[in-house]
């Protein structure tokens, strides 16, 4: 399962990129406003982060216009992937990209039909909101099981990516059901570090290494 950072945090990017477990980025409006900074230029930074896929969402609402924006988008780096919203024209927007070999990632998912729909404009990426829907009273795991059998019974190319992650939880039923991808903030990335008793064996471990009197260095 590839691991993406849901953040417009440079400086978190750069921390966890470091540790060779991060896949690719994405961000959205939301993210990039809360940074305080140009939208482009945040776009581009990360870019130069990682190797892997940086999502980068239009904001247009039509088909015309998110095209336009896809262009200017397009030419910050060779790893931008185009993001845009599921509805009708931000479907008809994926499909021009993803004929043209532009990895597109499909956002706002909140259905198994609407991934269906994504899948068959040629999406690289459907991210279903699985805290979201949580938050509404429904069910956002069971949302990626039926994802994952529609997309297995099809042979479906888009990759499953399983955004709106709230817990380590999260993370782990989505490696279970076999989600693509996962998306969290790094705060939700870095938890999966912990345990209880990972940190009492390494201050054990750290006591009686003391105790000998020794240094390696």
């Known amino acids: ?30 993210l990039i406003a809360k940074s305080g900074r140009k939208f482009l230029e945040v776009v581009e930074e990360i870019c130069g982060l990682v190797d892997g896929p940086v999502s980068a969402e239009v904001v247009a609402l039509d088909h015309e216009t998110m095209m336009k924006e896809a262009a200017v988008l397009r030419k910050i780096a060779p790893n931008v992937a185009i993001k845009v919203p599921l509805t009708i024209d931000g479907l008809k927007t994926c499909k021009a990209l993803s004929s043209e070999g532009v990895q597109v990632n499909v956002t706002l998912c909140f259905s198994a039909n609407q991934a269906l729909l994504a899948a068959k404009a040629g999406a690289a990426f459907i991210s279903p909101f699985v805290g979201r829907h949580d938050d509404n009273g429904f069910d956002g ?54 345990h209880v008793l990972t940190e009492k064996g390494l201050a054990q471990f750290e006591a009686d290494w003391a105790k000998t009197g020794q240094s390696i260095l």
């Open 1 to 30: 399962m590839k691991f993406f950072v849901d953040t417009a945090d440079t400086a978190e990017i750069r921390d966890l990129a470091a540790t060779g477990l991060l896949d690719g980025v994405t961000t959205n409006p939301s």
């Open 141 to 194: 795991l069971a949302l990626i099981e039926d994802i994952r059998l529609i997309y297995d019974n099809y042979d479906f190319s888009t990759e499953i990516l399983a955004a709106s992650l709230r817990h380590p939880i999260h993370v782990l039923e989505c490696a279970k059901i076999g989600a693509d991808v996962i998306t969290a903030p790094p705060s939700v990335i870095k938890s999966l570090f912990n």
